[in-house]
């Protein structure tokens, strides 16, 4: 297992991130235990959950599983979501913070969160005030680092711009839907989070399975999965290549003997910017898989083949401004000077 520094912060995380969307949604508290303990023996130190997640049923299993061995664990959650029906039960505010974080934490049965992210973007709330609560948090050391999920590239660099012009902590790492069929984080968020200082953890790696080796090209629902229940799974958002990427998948995976699942993992591991990837898992044996992603590289052409078919369309104002670079630094070396 590689550890890899989480954005400009000096706090380590595995390679690898285990998702627990699933905990208390189709696994059970004796499934998860054995996840978690297979997660931490094979080197995986990052955890990921919400108090959203399975009616905030996953912090309590996630706390439960960790009981003895937190100091092995980064562990992450999210505020945002309703979790109530009053008014201020949901969001970004100052009160719903302050209250969703004793929430977590009581379930995770800890005193404090490693990471703790906004889940989604609450447009009512001011940053400031969102940012200074989570700034009065970190310094009762009931959160260490803070962070966002789904943000757009422009709110996440004036959130940041914020912290630093009043003195407040700022994001260690921006948390966002990536993979081979899901790209559109290259165009700003990445290049963002890279000028930054930011890491990237990467969640949906397989596309709500799609990327997982169950479907074939222009399958998009199979029997007994999450799409055939429409949970958690993103094809509105796959790109239009979706089925030329999954082809190329397959049959890259197949001369690499390896799974769909795990070439397409080690592909976004790959990525330039990641910190981590977020490996759900429903079962055991779906963990066993995706922990095959590490402790290989792809070969570049299989790469170069991975990255090509599923290329996002280049669009203004990169498609117009991006040549310029080039014609420039062609006029540079024309003139005889050493660029």
């Known amino acids: 297992m590689e550890y890899r520094q989480l954005g400009s912060s000096g706090l380590k ?19 998860a235990r054995a996840m978690v303990e297979r997660a931490l023996d094979a080197g995986i130190n990052f955890f990921d959950t919400a108090n959203s997640y399975a009616d905030a049923q996953s912090e309590v299993y996630l706390g439960k599983a960790l009981r003895g061995r937190r100091r092995e664990a980064v562990v992450a959650s999210k505020f945002y979501n309703p979790m109530g029906s009053g008014p201020n039960d949901s969001g970004m505010s100052r009160y719903h913070i302050m209250n969703a974080v004793d929430d977590s934490l009581r379930r995770l049965g800890m005193d404090h969160l490693d990471i703790y992210y906004v889940h989604h ?27 966002c999920s789904n943000y757009e590239a422009w709110r996440l660099v004036e959130a940041l711009w914020i912290a630093r012009a009043n003195g407040l902590s700022r994001f260690v790492c921006h948390q966002a839907q990536y993979s081979l069929v899901v790209r559109d984080i290259e165009r700003d968020l990445v290049p963002a989070c890279r ?46 290549s979706a089925d030329e990427t ?23 591991l790959e990525q330039r910017g990641v910190s981590s990837v977020i490996v759900g898992a429903r079962t ?56």
Request: glycine fraction near 10%.
């Open 195 to 240: 000028h930054a200082g930011l890491g990237v953890v990467a969640w949906g790696p397989l596309a709500g399975g799609f990327l997982s080796g169950k479907y074939r090209p222009g399958e998009r629902t199979k029997p007994g999965t999450r799409s055939e229940s429409g949970w958690a799974y993103p094809a509105d958002y796959f790109a239009e």
């Open 13 to 31: 995380v595995s390679e690898l991130c285990l998702g627990t969307m699933t905990f208390g949604h189709g696994t059970s508290e004796s499934e």
């Open 284 to 339: 055991l044996d779906h963990l066993e898989t995706n922990i095959g992603s590490t402790g290989w590289v792809l070969p570049q052409e299989a790469a170069d083949e991975l990255s090509e078919v599923s290329a996002p369309r280049i669009t203004y104002p990169e498609a117009m401004e991006w040549p310029r670079d080039g014609a420039r630094l062609s006029a540079v070396k024309g003139a005889g000077v050493d660029p």
């Open 246 to 268: 999954l082809r190329a998948l397959l049959d890259v995976s197949a001369r690499l003997d390896r799974s769909p699942a795990q070439t397409a993992i080690r592909w976004l």
């Open 121 to 147: 973007v609450d447009q009512q709330t001011p940053i400031e005030e969102m940012l200074r609560a989570l700034d009065d948090l970190v310094h009762q050391g009931k959160v260490r680092y803070i962070a």
